[in-house]
């Protein structure tokens, strides 16, 4: 049967990378994130305006760990402790075999394959642990560098998404 416990918090690491939950002084990079207008130029989001806002997004992102609703991680350089991105596993098929994963990460962080490297140790996770089947993303049509992403993960083009979004789907067993 496959496991979506995520207590306790199952961190990652890679070569370059610890993938660790989301804690409450993680707050000013949540909201450089959130409020970044190239961060957020297609995602279908409020940007964050407070502190307060990102401290409530922490809060809430713990809540639907605890509930198995989601996995969600920060992800940090293996030399500092600090924020650059976030990425995480959400909208469960009823069986477990399928999610969608999001990601984003600080403009000083982007082109240097982080968010590759983040990816593919999640979407091993969501293999090896949970026992998913397949995970699909929905990035923007102008969205190049995430389409790239996706391509370079083996993920392929699954048809058209809501509005302006194009739906990709990496399938690991039929």
Same mark, same amino acid.
């Given at each position: 049967m496959p496991d979506r416990n995520f207590t306790p918090f199952p961190v990652l690491k890679t070569e370059r990378l610890t993938l660790r939950?989301?804690?409450?002084?993680?707050?000013?990079?949540?909201?450089?994130?959130?409020s970044d207008g190239n961060v957020n130029k297609y995602l279908d989001r409020k940007p964050s305006k407070s502190i307060e806002d990102a401290i409530t997004f922490i809060q809430t992102i713990n809540e639907n760990i605890q509930r198995n609703y989601s996995?969600?991680?920060?992800?940090? +350089? $293996?030399?500092?402790?600090?924020?650059? #991105?976030?990425?995480? !596993?959400f909208d469960f098929s009823d069986d477990n075999l399928r999610?969608?994963?999001?990601?984003?990460?600080?403009?000083?962080?982007?082109?240097?394959?982080?968010?590759?490297?983040?990816?593919s140790k999640v979407i091993d996770f969501g293999a090896q642990y949970i026992g998913l089947n397949s995970v699909v993303a929905y990035t923007h049509a102008e969205n190049?560098?995430?389409?790239?992403?996706?391509?370079? +993960? $083996?993920?392929?083009?699954?048809?058209? #998404?809501?509005?302006? !979004?194009?739906?990709?789907?990496?399938?690991?067993?039929?």
């Open positions: 939950q989301l804690v409450s002084s993680d707050a000013n990079e949540i909201f450089a994130l959130r996995v969600y991680w920060a992800i940090t +350089l $293996n030399s500092t402790d600090k924020l650059i #991105g976030t990425i995480c !596993l999610a969608e994963i999001g990601y984003e990460l600080l403009p000083g962080f982007q082109g240097q394959g982080i968010m590759q490297e983040a990816a190049n560098s995430s389409t790239r992403l996706l391509e370079k +993960l $083996n993920f392929k083009m699954n048809g058209p #998404g809501e509005g302006d !979004l194009i739906m990709y789907k990496l399938t690991f067993k039929d």
